[in-house]
């Protein structure tokens, strides 16, 4: 039979408000007073064998989310770098296959100081040339490349004046290491104002406008750039004024000649020349 009230509260052992509970057991069927009673005792027989229940904490859930767990299914439009090898979408590096384009690669891994790009396109002759050389300004132009049969050697100039030439292997262009060679003559200022004056026509003779502006100024350069530069110069005056030495230069045997106003706190660094003395100083 059942239990009652007295059962209920005899199995739960602990007290139970007969006023409310027996009602309760009353509407039920006697089919759900047995689920209730047998519930009670495998409670406590739960209880009996674990000891008594501790209360127990909500769990907790780390979620981490890699790169990998999303693939990204945007395309990429980036081309590939030269400085870094571009290559195809494995990474492979790829190599120029004329000379130009070979030169400039070299020069843009150059400045940008990728020696892992350097190592692909140079020879380590070269690639020791460029680290005795250092860093210089990156900002180079193009000038020419001449080709002997065997090799090509292409010059370039850059923002400073400074000029470099890259030889190369022609029959290895299009594959690693066509360089052989990357020399580098940079831009250099004379402590004096005669030297100075003469790396300043020197460089009109080269047909180095960037070095022509680095010692003097663009005026000063594009004055002489529109003439025909002498075979021959030399100082034959110097006058010295607060601040400032005047050099005449005289070309082609005296057939022409100018003064050269030199400031003489920049000797020994750029922009020296301020000026022409013809007929007065600028």
Not at 87 to 111: D, F, I, R, V
Not at 185 to 191: G, K, V
């Amino acid at each position: 039979m059942p239990p009652g009230t007295g059962d209920l509260r005899r199995i739960l052992d602990v007290p139970v408000d007969l006023a409310v509970a027996e009602p309760i057991l009353r509407a039920m069927t006697p089919l759900r007073r047995t689920l209730v009673a047998l519930a009670a005792t495998g409670g406590l027989l739960l209880a009996g064998c674990g000891g008594k229940q501790q209360p127990q904490t909500a769990p907790t859930f780390s979620t981490e989310v890699t790169a990998s767990a999303v693939p990204s299914t945007a395309p990429s439009s980036a081309a590939p770098s030269p400085t870094s090898g571009g290559g195809s979408g494995n990474g492979a590096p790829t190599y120029p296959s004329s000379a130009k384009s070979y030169a400039q690669a070299l020069l843009s891994a150059w400045g940008a100081k990728n020696g892992t790009r350097i190592d692909q396109l140079a020879v380590q002759a070269a690639v020791q040339q460029i680290k005795d050389n250092g860093y210089p300004n990156s900002s180079w132009t193009y000038i020419k490349c001449d080709d002997d049969g065997t090799y090509a050697t292409c010059l370039f100039r850059n923002a400073h004046g400074d000029e470099s030439l890259v030889k190369m292997v022609k029959t290895q262009l299009g594959h690693p290491t066509a360089v052989t060679e990357a020399q580098l003559m940079r831009t250099s200022y004379a402590n004096d104002a005669g030297s100075y004056v003469s790396g300043f026509v020197y460089a009109w003779q080269q047909g180095n406008k960037q070095r022509m502006i680095r010692y003097a100024n663009e005026q000063v350069a594009a004055f002489f750039l529109s003439k025909t530069p002498p075979t021959s110069s030399m100082v034959t005056g110097e006058d010295n004024t607060a601040g400032h030495t005047k050099i005449t230069m005289s070309f082609d045997g005296g057939t022409s000649s100018y003064t050269f106003n030199v400031v003489n706190q920049n000797l020994g660094d750029a922009h020296a020349i301020g000026g022409l003395c013809n007929p007065g100083c600028a």
